[in-house]
């Protein structure tokens, strides 16, 4: 069975420990990349970091260097404690890159 994982605010995602989710509270940028190249180095298939986890340079570029591995797929997801907008962000990005339709525009 694949491996899923959950990075970020405690309180944003102590909710996924209950669905056997591998849960890593995780908040200053060394320590959200340190836990995420141990992920990828242990093969989890999909890991999921909060937006404001994922909200620093360092942590930015290493994630656009893996944009085009397959495993572990890296989602963003909103936090509990913050709100960035940068999961919506890079949705709208991929979508507009891939098709030149701003399908997010109104949102």
């Known amino acids: 069975m694949h491996k899923v994982g959950v990075i970020g605010d405690l309180d944003s995602i102590i909710g996924f420990r209950a669905l056997g989710m591998a849960v890593q509270p995780a908040s200053d940028p060394e320590t959200v990349l340190s836990t995420l190249k141990v992920m990828i180095d242990e093969e989890y298939a999909i890991v999921f970091i909060t937006e404001p986890a994922a909200d620093n340079i ?9 944009r085009n591995y397959l495993i572990p797929s ?9 709100k960035t907008n940068i999961g919506k962000e890079q949705l709208r ?8 339709i701003d399908l997010l525009a109104d949102l």
Do not use: H, Q
């Open 74 to 82: 890296v989602i963003l997801i909103p936090s509990a404690v913050k």
């Open 93 to 100: 990005n991929s979508v507009l890159k891939a098709t030149g």
């Open 58 to 66: 360092e942590v930015r570029k290493f994630l656009e260097e893996r």
